[in-house]
Every structure is written in structure tokens, then in C-alpha cells.
């Protein structure tokens, strides 16, 4: 396609956005296993209608311009932290996304590390649990730094003494996922807290996913283990607000025990015309209307709206769980938490299981190891569930009725 030489009428441009959007997968009906979230009809106008408002702004001039918008990223922050049991003097911002706010405390864990060591030089590892998100391999990429896997337990939680054994004195951050996003289970965080205790290290829990629900899920009568800043060797944290906070993208949350643990984090830099940028942020500009929305749907929410959106999803998600298993062969990996599964049946091709889940109109969520299916649903995704069941018995029956060999391949891009 060339740049347009002219213009066309508008109606017939979004007439077009509207046909061209009519062929992508059908995400409102809950076809797409993650991506899109929603909780009730009203939160998701919440968030529209405050994203709307600030549609303009800009957050990277909150501090100079958009006074409301610094008191509401503030707010943001005080409501999290105070959600996630952090001590007086605890930190935090919001970022763009789950990437950005792992991006952002590699980097303070590294710059803290240095600093401590007095070598700004110094080339780090993260220990992470083999299911930890692709993210950190970005920021160790970025950073130049090594990333050491270590392979989950058998309930597919991270392995706190074999996360210790991996450890040496160059390791500067070992992380938990809150839950990791193959398998939906909460690590132990508590154990791994008493690993970083006990040899001084930086503890970063990746609650990108289940942050903003998991607290609800607790108060509701489900099982969560400690994950948050209750744990005293937890240094940072990461939530996003565009998951499990029905917030509309970009938006998420990052949070340290201290300010000293957040300096590292702070870019502060001097050296063009204009005078001293800074940001506590990777990016420059900034969804205003990511911060409002995110206010507001605390607020209208409260903690009893996220409670009753929280009940809603762990009762559609038992109700997934029990279904899947009734088919025959067919088991949930581990105990998930919150409404991410992994699943898959040992006798068969799982590829070969999602092709017939995709020929019947579904995007699969796969999983790799297990071979599996995977979801991550929010109520998008409760009237599909009898479909999603059906179809799901039936391409595994078709699998099993049938030879063959998968050319679909587990690839998130
Ligand atoms: C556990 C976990 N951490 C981090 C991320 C990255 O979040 P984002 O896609 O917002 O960058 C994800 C995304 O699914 C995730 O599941």
C-alpha cells in the first residue's frame, strides 16, 4: 500500500475499519483464549467512558500539565499498595504493561545491585522458575544479563530449594509468578521469600496476571497462598490493571518495598538541550486515559465489586475444570488458582486437538510442555463454556477416531 496521494470521506474509512474488523476472531463471544478481558458490562463502560474523558492527555506531562492525572496515578498506586500489604514507605508507578513493569524492577534490581557491590560493571543472573514470562528474558536481553530457568515442581510451582541451588553471588533478582501463565498456579512465594532471606537477594513477584484479583478470590472463600508485600523479603511487585484490573490497555503497576530498592528505576537524564528528562518509566508518552480509567473503576468498583466479579470467575472457572475433566482422559495440570488452565489428555496429539478446537472456530491457547490446551478467561468467557466443552469433547473424540499429525505449532507472536 502507498501513502494516500488523497484523503476519503470518513464514513467510508470506518465503514471499512468496521469490515475489516468483522473478519478478526470472535473475542465477545469468548473465542480467543487471552488477549481481551472483561468483567461486567458496566465496568467495561466505566472504563471506556473515563478512558474517553482523558483521551488526550498525555501522561508524561502529569507532573508539569495534567495535575489530575498526577493525583490519580498516585492514588492508582496508594490503593494498589495498600491492597498488597505494603509497609509504610513503599513505592510505586503505574507503566504500560506487564512487560514494561518487569522491564523497569530488573533494572532497579540490577542498578541496586551494582550500586551494593560498588561495581557498575557487574554482569547479573535471575533465577526464575521455568515458568516465569518471557518478559524477563527481554529485560535480560536489554540488559545484557543471564537468565538461569529452573525446572517447576511436580505441581508445577516453582521449586524453592532447587531455585536456592541455582543461586550464586551474581544473582541479583529471583522471581515468583502470582500465577505464572502456563499453569495458573501462585508459587510459593513464601518459601521463596525464605530463600531470599537467607541469602540476601532481591525477591520480584510477577503478579502481572492475578494482582488485581487474586486479594478477591481469597476474600471469597477460594485457596490463595501469601503473594504480596505480607511476605517481608518481597521487594517488588508487578499488577497490571489491563488483566485482571478490567482496565482498558495499557496498564499496569509496579511497587518496591523502598524507595532506595525504586532508584534504580528513576531515569534522570541531562545530557540534551532541553534540560533534565525524567521518567520512571521505559516509555516517553503515555495514555492519559489509561490512568482515569484505571481510577475509576477502583473507584465505582470498591472492593465489593471485585469481590463479586472474583466469585463469578472462580465459579465459571470450577465449572470449566469440571467439565474438561468429564471428558474422557482429559486433566487440568496442577491446582490452578485463579481461571488460567493448563489441560491436555497424555494419550493424544494435543496439536492435533487444538486444530479441530480451530476448525471449529476457537483460537487455541497451547501449551507446550505438558503438551496441552491453555485458557485464560475472564467472564468473556462464562456463555462459552458449554460450546467450548462440546467442541472440545468432540475434537478429542475426532482425534482419537482419527490418524494423522499436527502442523500446528504452540507459537504466541
Ligand atoms: C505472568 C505474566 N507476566 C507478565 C506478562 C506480560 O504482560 P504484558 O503482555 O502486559 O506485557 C504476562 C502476559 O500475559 C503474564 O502472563
Known sequence: MKFPDSGRPRAEVMAELSAMKSGDADWRRGRVPLYVFKATQEAAEVGQEAFNLYFTENALGAKRAFSSLKKMEDEVAAMALDLFHAPAGAVGNMTTGGSESILMAVKAARDFARKQRGDRAHRGNLVLP????????????????????????????????AMAAA?????????????????????PIRELGQVAG??????????????????????????????????????????????????????????????????????????????????????????????????????TLGRPGYRRIARDLMRM???????????????????????????????????????????????????????GLHLMMS???????????????????????????????????
Not at 543461586?167 to 495458573?184: E, Q
Not at 462459552?384 to 482419537?400: C, F, G, H, I, P
Open 198 to 299: 537467607a541469602k540476601n537477594l532481591w525477591l520480584h513477584v510477577d503478579a502481572c496476571v492475578g494482582g488485581y484479583v487474586a486479594p478477591f478470590v481469597r476474600d471469597e472463600g477460594w485457596p490463595v497462598p501469601d503473594f504480596d508485600f505480607s511476605v517481608p523479603e518481597v521487594s517488588s511487585l508487578s499488577a497490571d490493571l489491563h488483566k485482571f484490573g478490567f482496565a482498558p490497555k495499557p496498564a499496569s503497576t509496579v511497587f518496591y518495598r523502598d524507595a532506595e530498592k525504586r532508584a534504580g528505576q528513576t531515569f534522570s537524564i541531562d545530557e540534551w538541550p532541553n534540560g533534565r528528562f525524567v521518567t520512571e518509566t521505559l516509555t516517553g508518552t503515555r495514555a492519559g486515559g489509561a490512568v482515569a480509567a484505571a481510577w475509576a473503576l477502583m473507584q
Open 317 to 371: 472457572r470450577d465449572a470449566y475444570v469440571e467439565g474438561i475433566e468429564k471428558i474422557p482422559g482429559f486433566r487440568v495440570f496442577g491446582a490452578p488458582h485463579l481461571t488460567l488452565l493448563g489441560f491436555g489428555a497424555a494419550d493424544l496429539d494435543m496439536g492435533r486437538v487444538a486444530e479441530g478446537m480451530q476448525k471449529r472456530g476457537w483460537v487455541p491457547g497451547m501449551l507446550k510442555d505438558p503438551p
Open 379 to 413: 467472564l468473556l468467557h462464562a456463555e462459552a463454556r458449554n460450546d467450548y466443552l462440546r467442541d472440545l469433547a468432540a475434537s478429542a473424540a475426532e482425534v482419537r477416531a482419527t490418524s494423522g499429525k499436527a502442523k500446528i505449532e504452540a507459537v504466541y507472536s
Open 130 to 161: 521455568g515458568s516465569a514470562h518471557p518478559a524477563f528474558n527481554k529485560a535480560a536481553l536489554l540488559m545484557d544479563l543471564e537468565v538461569r530457568r529452573v525446572a517447576v515442581a511436580k505441581d508445577f510451582r516453582a521449586d524453592p530449594a
Open 167 to 187: 543461586c550464586d553471588r551474581d544473582t541479583i533478582m529471583i522471581v515468583g509468578s502470582a500465577p505464572c501463565f502456563p499453569y495458573g498456579a501462585i508459587d
